[in-house]
């Protein structure tokens, strides 16, 4: 009889169940849904995804979110980005899903942040009948100001509970050069005693302060982390904080490498993290604009470093331990994935 064995390590990342924590929505728009959104506003010829090869700069990634929320500016396009999404993530075999976004409002359509919101999580509950779990992150934006952040965490407070509980968290994001991650330490302060998880972009460019203050909050897991260790503009404070801390890192090898805040795949700081038996979460951050998968993301780490399969099922395994939700659901998880274990 066949085993996973026999699979080739392509057909294994896709066959394998996959955890994805890092998933901002409307970054992870693929091409079809995004046809549709433009056809329905009659601009079917605009260009809206970067091609694998091409290199761009983290400035270049956020004129494509600027150009996105162009396209996803009412509830009836956020229901269907978040719907399209899922369903893509169900089909390669994502048994959970953290979705994060930014509440957006846009006066021209009367989307309103609330609506935002509310459009997800419908969206999100209307696809219970995949097996897939799905919870929602709601993201501050470092641009926008202390006063929005706090109007987010008060949101994710309010659908924590009306949403019974598929609001888990909160995200800090946005550009990384923009702003002071610390203006925000009080309103993060205030979301986990609202019970809320954080999950923040941390040291995506150097800036050795800042991190190691928001460090201290401290967040449940780091986005990116790429510029903790000290030859890539990190020091060895960082390093031993999140190493001692054990905080889980969320690493998103395409993200990373389009947007050059690292030089290439076998330069990623995946490989000095995993070695230490650091908690380390394969992502996708933005699997539309990347133009990847989950699936992908695994095979790039199985050849870039050198990962046998085993290896790979672990580190997908090993994800069920730092996902936002309790401990039952981890459980169902584990008896799932140990059903795909390779003999
Ligand atoms: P949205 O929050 O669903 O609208 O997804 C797009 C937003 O996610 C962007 O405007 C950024 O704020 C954020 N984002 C996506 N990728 C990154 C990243 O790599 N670093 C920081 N922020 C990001
Ligand atoms: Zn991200």
Redesign the pocket.
């Known amino acids: 009889m066949p085993t996973q064995r026999d699979l080739s390590i392509a057909e294994f990342c896709c066959e394998m169940p996959k955890i994805e924590l890092h998933a901002?929505?409307?970054?992870?728009i693929s091409e079809t849904t995004m046809k549709k959104l433009l056809k329905k506003k009659n601009r079917e010829g605009d260009k809206l995804s970067f091609q694998k090869d091409q290199i761009a700069t983290?400035d270049d990634?956020?004129h494509m979110?600027?150009l996105?929320?162009q396209v996803?500016d009412d509830t009836e396009a956020a229901y269907t980005?978040t719907y399209d999404v899922i369903h893509e993530f169900a089909a390669e075999n994502v048994k959970y899903l953290e979705?994060?976004?930014?509440p957006?409002e846009v006066k021209a359509t009367g989307m309103t942040k609330l609506g935002y919101v509310e459009a997800v999580i419908k969206a999100i509950q209307d696809c219970n009948d995949l097996d897939i779990i799905v919870k929602f992150i709601l993201?501050v934006?470092?641009?926008n100001g202390v006063d929005v952040a706090k109007e987010t965490v008060e949101l994710a407070a309010k659908y924590k509970t009306l949403s019974n509980g598929i609001v888990i968290g909160v995200d800090l994001?946005?550009?990384?050069t923009v702003g002071d991650a610390r203006d925000y330490i009080p309103v993060f302060e205030q979301a986990k005693q609202a019970g809320l998880k954080l999950a923040l972009?941390l040291a995506?460019v150097p800036n050795i302060e800042e991190t190691l203050a928001m460090l201290k909050l401290p967040p449940n897991r780091i986005?990116?982390g790429t510029c903790l260790l000290p030859d890539v503009g990190g020091s060895d404070e960082l390093k031993d904080y999140v190493y001692t801390h054990k905080i889980p890192l969320e690493l998103?090898l395409t993200?990373?490498v389009i947007?050059q805040t690292v030089p290439n795949f076998d330069n990623h700081h995946f490989s000095n993290w995993y070695k230490r038996n650091h908690p380390c979460v394969i992502c996708t951050?933005?699997k539309g604009?990347f133009n990847t998968t989950l699936s992908e993301e695994y095979q790039i780490a199985a050849k870039t470093f050198n990962l046998s399969v085993d290896k790979i099922w672990q580190l997908s395994f090993g994800s069920i331990d730092h996902i936002f939700a309790e401990e039952d659901i981890k459980e169902q998880l584990r008896l799932k994935f140990l059903q795909f274990r390779p003999l």
């Open positions: 901002h929505i409307n970054g992870s983290l990634c956020f979110f600027k996105i929320h996803s980005i979705l994060r976004s930014t957006r993201a934006d470092r641009r994001s946005g550009d990384p972009h995506e986005g990116h998103c993200s990373n947007g951050d933005d604009v």
